[in-house]
């Protein structure tokens, strides 16, 4: 078969003939490469034009010179992500890009990089064309040019003349149709022109150009639409200040030779193109612009420097980012007028010598470069005042360097392999102002010698000590280290904002109290004991954070102080000083200036009364205490949010006006507090009143369970719109495994839906082709990556994904879950009441391993920490148009559930920004409704801040043997009738009910019409189910299991029946209209008929038979009279008649355990059990039912709650006794036939 060619060319609606399949399948590195035509650029387009798809097979050593020879093509052309196209070079291998691609966005398996390349869905990420796409709105701002009309001058004296018109770049170029090449053309410059409608002729513009001597030329269009496009282009050039084209982001290889007609151009921008040297319009041609001033060339992927461009003599600014630059040339140096020069994202090491002549240099941009150390040429560049170097390799900080470098104030080394640092001698450096040095691996740090420091950034590096000036400090950011101490010397007078969270400090610095100008003091999560008396009465502090210590008292305030906001959350605190908020010697209140107070996660009963002196109080957060009375702050004249929530309020006493400013007030979680209607109308007019609902009647915990239960809660926020999805399939696989997940679209809410709607789809056919969960779990991810088309070109969104299912490795464990994601949302199991993490932060900031992969493929990291100025996170589901930086594969965690697991908790970046693990789990563990739960967290991310969307989800879990229900675990099925199990439970596990949502029992219901019951009937039929006759013997009867222990796979197909429902037309006696009497002991309220049966009971290895059924069944022993009289239900049809049989000793016994009568009869809510058929086959039963005349069967009733018949506790012995001296009365019935044999129930129902 040959590689390509007309004869493989496949039309893109036929599909692959068995001999392509054939052909592929023989070896992996064979494929196809589908072909698009021009005009296939966007989903619609490629709809309409079908046929000029084309399917190519070939390998991947395929060039692209044969295949465009194969297709009669010049060219192939690529498209990534739907955004640029660039020409391929004849040698590069389009099948080898295709799988290339694929094994950088995660996929491994090359069967499966060779199925995914033959998908079509691919081409919204990558696509190949056979001409180069043109969109029509791209050329317009490119060039417009047409064949019109045109009349030069205000006055009607000159003619109209048929002209050709081009739009170009700044200027309006009429020229001869004839001779449009070598004719006189006349170039009217637009900037600073008018363009305006003529009003005596239809579709005409008037293009005049600026100044006293200016022109104006008439030109006649032939329709309002082609009017239209050339007024809107005309209009944004004559608005312009400044001569600037803007070309980014077209593809463009060359620029257009009708832009060399301006040369009015100072500024020219050609970021992100693929801009060829050697050509009639390339780089090298660029020296034609006599006055252009600044040249934009990042993201063109050069790998060269163009040497031509420095004969531009005029160029003052040069940006030459991320071009894939080694070295540069030493003629940059010719560049006298050069200003500022960016080329950032390359791979220098060095820069020439002849770079010091330009001595005008005021910018360097070299981050996200390979430099090992600072370069020399620095203390030549002396109009320089920056050291920006970030993202580069430098692992020591020379500062004898920087104090060679006087003319040096700002140094930027952040996210470098920084260690250590070297002082060459001890001179200070009088001249460095500001230093970022985050994101590096320093351990401790002295800056001592730097005695102008105003502001350090040293935040997420590894410092145990920091050393410091303080002559002129002015801010400080040392979060997240492991700080112990921190040196200041002098004490900084200049000291404004000092930030030392999530540290380990056990107190806070003696420096920091002498502060006499901080305003903003953060210490939260560290180890402090106590706040100093000096610190909290500092006439500066404005803003004081503390949480998340161990302090226990706050000191005795004893003059007035002007503090604003106080957050001493989750301490210690038992009570409050009296005197906190009195008034002080001068009459003042003490914290009179108070605007916020946050004292949540304390231990607070009460809070002092004197609260109500601070007037400007507007916030009070005091949630997670345990408050008892309700503070007086309903007076305060400014209160506007209050959250009082989870304490122990009982009652609130109101005042007769509640203040007009309060807005929100929170009071969920007292369980105590009941609020009267009075109370209730006077907080109307509250804008958000948050109060807990009355519960709702719940359901007997034995009656109902389930081996899991979800609740979700989802919360806006402060934003007008919702961009968190969650994804709950509770039944997934056919009831044997169940999924939750989460999306957050962080600014898009289109994204998350999308994924919420189909990756559970995915996953269901990735889990029928793989059992391995990491490969099935991967690539759900990356198909779904795949699935968001073109919305997921410029969209992103965390995906988290968790999947729970049966076990089948580790026989210790009942289920097995895994947890897949990328982005920033994540899991957390609760084990034994401790928190145990799934899954991994996909950011820059909380992985450093994925921080160093984005640097090495040259992505600029902004100082806010983002791609690019786009995100932080580096994995991610979409944002295709930052590939490679951002991919879709995830991390995948597989675990073993067992009995000590609790519970789930699924959240977004916004829910674990504000709650810890450890709180997150406290807080929910012990709420019994799952809804409530995830109510909870978000609520406590929100009173701690949060204004963003949140998310949670807890999923609440009942792994154990004790809710196993299958005789693997010690628990026997009943034999036939009137016999003993020769199974005995030694150790009966807790009582537990399956519901149908675990996929335990299946409830028929007469709910459905008699058109429906065949056709459920037929969807439930085994497809190997084999009719057994009555002479045949009996049957053996597989074991009963349960979704703990399924049955191995037998390689026999069968349909697994989740539930059935029948119409029933009995009479009041529960009987079909052609039986004769009624069966005894069967209570029914004549309307509807329930059977349950555990279908995960299905067929498995022969057992033995069971004995016959003797002729006469016994008479019950006296001591099954002590215990009571349980009865089997025989099913009623043409073999057997309706009898009841007394149950043998063993299995009365077996059926007394409160955690096996469940199996052996409905449980009602007052603790009844009604007893359901021994030996049901509900197939057979099914299956002879339109036999009869009515088409229905009689089976045992589910009691509608009016008519039940409950038996009074005091009377159950009484009723028992009746039930045993009817049994005894009862004559016992006679067999048919002589030696007739019972044959057991055959369960045939697949899991």
Known sequence: MKRNGSRNCLNRRSRFGSRERDWLREDVRRGCVYLYGADSTSAAATAATSSDLHLVLCTVETPASEICAGEGRESLYLQLHGDLVRRLEPTERPLQIVYDYLSRLGFDDPVRIQEEATDPDLGCMLRFYGEKPCQMDHLDRILLSGIYNVRKGKTQLHKWAERLVVLCGTCLIVSSVKDCQTGKMHILPLVGGKVEEVKR???????????????????????????????????????????????????????????????????????????QLERPGGLDTLYRFSQLKGLNLSHNKLGLFPVLLCEISTLTELNLSCNGFHDLPSQVGSLLNLQTLCLDGNFLTTLPEELGNLQQLSSLGISFNNFSQIPEVYEKLTMLDKVVMAGNRLEVLNLGVLNRMSHIKHVDLRMNHLKTMVTENLEGNKYITHMDLRDNQLADLDLSSLCSLEQLHCERNQLRELTLSGFSLRTLYASSNRLTAVNVYPVPSQLTSLELSRNL???????????????????????LTEVPMRI?????????????NQVQSLPELVEH??????????????????TLFSKALNKLNKLEQLEELNLSGNKLKTIPTTIGNCKRLHTLVAHSNNISIFPEILQLPQIQFVDLSCNDLTEILIPEALPATLQDLDLTGNTNLVLEHKTLDTFSHITTLKIDQKPLPTTDPTVTSSFWSHGLAEMAGQRNK?????????????????????????RNEELPRLLQCTMADVLLEEVQQSTNDTVFMANTFLVSHRKLGMAGQKLGSSALLCYIRPDTADPASSFSLTVANVGTCQAVLCRSGKPVPLSKVFSLEQDPEEAQRVKAQKAIITEDNKVNGVTCCTRMLGCTYLYPWILPKPHISATPLT??????????KALWEHLSYTEAVNAVRHVQDPLAAAKKLCTLAQSYGCQDNVGAMVVYLNIGEEGCTCEMNGLALPGPVGFASTTVIKDPPKPTTPSSSSGIASEFSSEMSTSEVSSEVGSTASDEHNTVGLDAGLLPRPERRCSLHPTPTSGVFQRQPSCATFSSNQSDNGLDSDDDQPVEGVITNGSKVEVEVDIHCCRGRDLENSPTLIENSPTPRPEEHARGSFFGIRRQNSVNSGILLPVSKDRMELQKSPSTSCLYGKKLSNGSVVPLQD?????EVATEAPKRKTGYFAAPTQLEPEDQFVVPR??????????????????????????RTELPEEFDTAL
């Open 201 to 275: 002729r239809q579709h005409s513009l008037a293009f005049s150009s600026a100044g006293a001597q200016a022109q104006t030329y008439h030109v006649s269009f032939e329709t309002l639409a082609e009017c239209q496009r050339w007024q809107r282009q005309a209009s944004k050039v004559v608005s312009q200040r400044i001569s600037t084209v803007d070309l980014s982001c077209y593809s463009l290889e060359e620029v257009p030779e009708h832009l060399f007609y301006s040369q009015d151009i100072t500024y020219l921008n050609l970021r992100h193109n693929f801009m």
């Open 505 to 527: 400090l056990e107190c806070v610095p003696d420096w920091a109290c002498e502060a006499k100008k901080m305003e903003i003091l953060d210490v939260s999560y560290n180890l």
């Open 536 to 548: 909290l009465s500092s006439l500066s502090l404005r803003k004081m954070m503390a949480g998340h």
């Open 561 to 578: 102080i002007p503090l604003e906001a106080l957050d001493i959350q989750h301490n210690l605190l038992t009570r409050l000083p009296d």
């Open 722 to 746: 919702l961009c968190v999805s969650a994804l709950a399939v509770d039944n997934f696989a056919e009831g044997v495994g169940t999924v939750y997940g989460m999306f957050d679209g962080d």
């Open 899 to 908: 009995i000590q697991d609790e519970l789930l908790i699924l959240g977004n």
């Open 1175 to 1179: 030996s049901l086959n509900l197939i």
């Open 1210 to 1235: 005091d009377l159950e012995e009484e009723v028992k006794e009746q039930m045993k001296q009817q049994q005894e009365s009862r004559p016992e019935p006679e067999p048919n036939e002589e030696g």
